[in-house]
């Protein structure tokens, strides 16, 4: 009986910092669905659903922290899922880190969402980790109903960036930061080791916590894309 009690904590104490971490990547899926969910909410002050419509990728990344690496730094983790024809692919959890760039809302902690729009983004997205502004090119996204206003720079960007902090909603310029997926995580909400190329170019299987997220992005930009 005492062998059965030390096999049952034992299992316990092992199992539990995989759950632990497998409930902070849920979370963060919760988290970037309300991004986007209280973004859209507002369509005279919202990413264009025309340029949502057209996005081959979306990242999410919720409560962008300033100064959690030194020197005016800034930290974030977040999700990213891409179109595959006429669905979202299966999330894949990635990180932001940066200098002090171009967003000055107020507060220290601010969402941040990307719009990759065409297949060289995508490209990029999908090496172990992008530049911002380096490796791909980035500039502020416009806003509002329609993407009508974009400047010739805007719609000439492989990836267009935004960020909402303290209510304020703006399009932002992030040069220089750099977004790149995290394996643990992935294995965190996934139960495996996950390759997030495939997930993002050829799908798979949809976790729980993300479907909020994808019928969110589904519903503000309904018209498959084949690929």
Known sequence: M??????CCLFFLVSLPVHA?????VKRLENAADVISEIMKIPEDSIPKDLLEKAEC???IPSMKKGAIGFGGNYGLGAVTCRLKNVW?????????????????????TDIVLLVMNRKGID??????????????????????TAAAATDA?????????????????????????????GDDNEDLYGKRVDPKVLL????????????????????????REQ
């Open 58 to 60: 979306v990242v999410v």
């Open 124 to 145: 990029k997205l999908l090496e172990s980790k992008v530049t911002l502004g380096g490796d791909a090119s980035a500039a502020a996204g416009p806003k509002g109903r």
């Open 21 to 25: 971490s497998k409930s902070k990547q």
């Open 2 to 7: 005492k062998r059965i009690l030390i096999c």
């Open 154 to 182: 805007q719609m000439r960007a492989e990836i267009l960036c935004y960020a909402r902090s303290r209510g304020l909603f703006a399009g932002i310029s992030i040069n220089g930061s750099v977004l790149k997926s995290e």
């Open 89 to 109: 692919s299966p999330p894949v959890m990635v990180s932001m880190t940066g200098g002090s760039f171009g967003f000055q809302l107020g507060g220290t902690s």
């Open 201 to 224: 170019t050829q799908g798979g299987p949809v976790p729980v916590a993300a479907h909020r997220l994808i019928d969110l992005l589904t519903k503000y930009s309904p018209r498959g």
